[in-house]
């Protein structure tokens, strides 16, 4: 069964410290990974999407990496703002016009 | 360039009543989603338009829900009557073709609906 595991489930941090959100998929066979922000009360922003020969995007202060072996992807976010407060959905893209799978997302809250 | 449109933004009623939902996409986008959002989860996938057709509804409770996208354009996603567990955000989403070849998939703000 195509899935998304995402980790951790929240997650707070301080201004200006950085952090790494992970993301564990078993969509196959796999064709593209994104990550998405999604600010409380709008609908989820792209903010990289990776084919299966990138093994790293940036983003600004958004990094995503990619293992198509291990099927891991992370997201790092640098000297992290107040306004990174979000949740952070990986979506796993399989071949072929079927369904994205999403993750249930990470809640990240920065505080000052 | 404008984004996906959607209203209304919020929504309350009671079960068993009905309720509809209005989605306007990015001009140009021949693929128009709909995606249920339960609070803490992913969206997941209702229905998915390709111009006026429908690609796949397989996730769509058929027996209370109903889309439509007569023109190609604009879209409506209806729920008659109302379940207590239908309480979500209704995300409607377009992109240029189909997003399994890489296309990306714009989000409008969403519809939170509430039933009580």
């Known amino acids: 069964k195509n899935q998304v595991e995402q980790s951790p489930q929240s997650l707070i941090i301080l201004e200006g410290k950085n952090c790494t959100l992970q993301?564990?998929?078993?969509?196959?066979?796999?064709?593209?990974l994104r990550w998405y922000k999604q600010d409380t009360g709008r609908g989820p922003v792209s903010l990289t999407i990776?084919?299966?020969?990138?093994n790293t995007k940036s983003n600004g202060r958004y990094t995503a990496t990619l293992d198509a072996d291990t099927k891991q992807s992370s997201l790092h976010i640098t000297a992290s703002q107040l306004s990174d407060s979000a949740s952070y959905i990986c979506?796993?893209?399989?071949?072929?016009?079927?369904?994205?799978?999403f993750g249930k997302g990470t809640r990240l809250s920065v505080i000052a | 360039e404008a984004g996906v449109a959607q209203s209304p933004r919020y929504k309350i009623i009671e079960k068993r009543q009905s309720v509809a939902f209005w989605c306007n996409p990015i001009?140009?986008?021949?693929?128009l989603y709909w995606y249920q959002q339960i609070l803490g989860q992913g969206p997941k996938l209702l229905i998915q338009?390709?111009?006026?057709?429908?690609?796949?509804d397989s996730q769509l409770p058929k027996d209370r829900f109903s889309a439509e996208r007569l023109k190609g354009v604009d879209s409506t996603l209806k729920i008659q009557p109302a379940k207590l567990e239908d309480s979500a955000v209704y995300l409607c989403?377009?992109?240029?073709?189909?997003?399994?070849?890489?296309?990306?998939?714009?989000f409008g703000p969403g519809t939170r609906l509430t039933v009580t």
């Open positions: 989403a377009s992109s240029l073709g189909l997003a399994g070849v890489s296309h990306e998939q714009y």
């Open positions: 993301c564990n998929y078993t969509v196959s066979p796999f064709s593209n």
């Open positions: 990776m084919t299966f020969s990138e």
């Open positions: 979506v796993v893209s399989a071949v072929g016009n079927t369904p994205l799978v």
């Open positions: 001009s140009g986008h021949a693929t």
């Open positions: 338009f390709q111009n006026n057709g429908v690609v796949d």
